[in-house]
């Protein structure tokens, strides 16, 4: 065992020392004893010497997460999660954020900014954000919208322990259910992240030369200081004015993207695409007969692989509910079968809407 | 003797008559002369200048001009108003290069002598040729009454091919980029041009130096090693009468002037000086906002330094907006009401930020992009007021994440813990974003 730790730690140094171009004596090593990491470093560009700090992860946590969706108010989806930390966990949860949310959730304000940053505007932001997102006792939720500096935008959803942050979270063994928030985006399955609580990282000067190749690999572990688990995020956008075909182009390729995932057997996924491409073109054709047809069968195939999917919704909130979204069919997760089954329902009931109001006109 | 008498019509219209077959046959004549092949080094030659003298009267009898003294004088005048390079004897306009000589002279009232292009052979006037001489500087041919002149090694013709002056050159500098980061490159060219022909001059040797302008940059410090770039390349023009200079800027940021002048041979407008910006493109100054500190409670500007770096909040505008968001959720939600206290983040023009006790030297590494920022951090150096609370660090930097920024703490000279505890007089955070 020592002798496998030693040969890890070797490798996790060679591996950065051959891909870094780091100054004489820098290094970063990994313990796998504690999972610490020890960084070696040039402090100063005009000396020699070197400085070491060591940095505690915050990837001490062993998540799970469950995703909750149904439709809700005015075509709206209510989007709920439950996380659970393992009975392993060194760390208790102190994070759980949602990236990649495109469009403003329901009762988002804008950040306010520049001529916009009064009192008024500020206090309004602050109370819309608490109304838009469900958060559990003892936490808050914030929404994050920037854009990069190469013209990328971040956009992500949060939830923390109320400060002091360390007399909170979610200790090793606890479950805490309350996160959520409502969309007018349809379910995909995205990232969520959740971290706990490291140490905080100091060092005895300015820290790594800026231009050193030591920096660039801290500030990588850095940005990746959490561990995800795949959650049902608002990442396709509706169209506007409703378009099935439009629509289900959307979902389809939102579900290619889980393949990378490993939740979808990419077998499988051909032949959903077959269904997909015929419904699509029978909506554009204006056959939404042939369309509904289409969308029908996927949701068998799917059913064959996970059944009673439309129970996840009902009870979401339901601790007791045995299914989880961890357990796979060898073609397609669970999670990714909840969330397809869905979309494609969704789509099926726009559809009917939009009969109906024809026939009353 | 005949005394003549002065027909004043007659006169006018004689004259006239002349002038037009004199004017007629100066034109004859130019176009038929063979005029000097105005080569690079060729100039023309210089006609001599009018002599006075005056008439014979056999000339006057010619031009059938008879009276009183001042009427003989202005005839007179009028044939010396005539084109000197115009040859005649007493029967009129001869070919220049005839000569011939007067077969008689008048005595009285007149007074003999050799009116402008004749020379005196005693009781005669001899025709020569238009006197011509050459410009300085100049060598002719033939030798006398030269009818080309060449300039003499190393002079040139000017543009009006009247003289022979000295090549004169004019240098140029022009600089790519305009603008330069910290610690990148940028090239100077140095073009001469031959002031006379307009032409690139190749084989001029170029010199050039840089300097740097005190007070640029966001630096009010100056001193003499202040880093002001370095040069390479250089040497003489080529045939596009060019030479080129890699400047390779300094880490500090500030108005860079070079000065350039031609060594061999010299250039007229000796030295010649161009500027370049040494900068960090795109900072935005952080204005005050309801979510942060820029000044303590006395009005003083956090982390300025008189006479040093006095402007020392410049970010970059997506660096502002990630600041903004963190500031607003320490405000909102780590220590409701609190805010946070805003030091160095980079200079004006970014750069170097050498906010150590040796000038133009690290640390404060990492200030130079406008990406990162120092915030008040609980310490024993005094600075108490607006820093976080020891027992809000972990939450301080959970808030940098969510606003997609790093915060770590920096210690100058504490023991090695992860808080830097122990002498952390000037523990503050450092944010990157």
Redesign the interface.
Known sequence: MKTSRKLLTGIATLAISLHAHAYPGESIVLDPATGNYTITYR????STDL????F?PSTKVVPSIRSGFHLGEKSAIVYRYTVSNGTTAKQAI??V?LDQIIDPIVGELP?P??QN???EN?DAY?AATKAALSTPANW?G?I?R????DGSK?N?V?W?P?????MGGIPAGHTLTGFGFSSVDLPGVGPSQMDG?G????????????SSAIKAEL?RI??N?FVTRPAAVPTIAVPVPFNAAVLLERIQTQMHTWIGMKLLDPTFSSQLDRYFQSAISAYRLNQPKVGKKQIETMRELIEKEHQDLGHDEEHDSDKSQEKNDDRQSALIGRLAARVLDFDLKYVLKRMDDDEDRGHKK | MVTPTLNATRFVQSVSLTLALYFSIIVILSMTMIKPAHASGNVFPIQAPNNVGFLPAYILQFLSVSGTLAEMQAAYNAWLALPTTVCRNQYGPVNCGDISPFSSVVTGPFYTLCPAGYVSGGHDCHLIYPISTCPPHSTGAPATNPTSCTCDDPYVPDPTHSNCILDQYTLSLRIVPGQVEPGKQATVIATVINTVTQKPAAGVAVSIKVDVDAGTGGHAHHDAARPKGSLSGGGSTGPDGTVSFTFMAPEVSGTHTFTAQCDSPTCTNNPVTAKIKVKVDGLELITASPYYALQDSAGKVIGAVKNKHSDNHYLTNAAIKKLKDFAERYNGTVLPGAKLYLNDASLVWGGLFDVGSTPWKSPHTAHDRGRSIDIRAENSGGQYEGAVPFAYFDDTIKAAADAHARAALHCQGSIVTAVCLGIPYNRHFHVDF
């Open positions: 402090g100063d560009s005009n400085s070491q700090t060591v505690v102190v994070s954020v950040f900014l520049d940053e009064t009192k500020i602050r808050y914030s994050i920037v854009t990069n500096e971040l992500r949060a923390r109320k400060p002091p942050i360390r609580l140490e905080v990282l100091g060092f005895p000067d300015e820290g790594p030369i800026e500030d850095r940005d200081d």
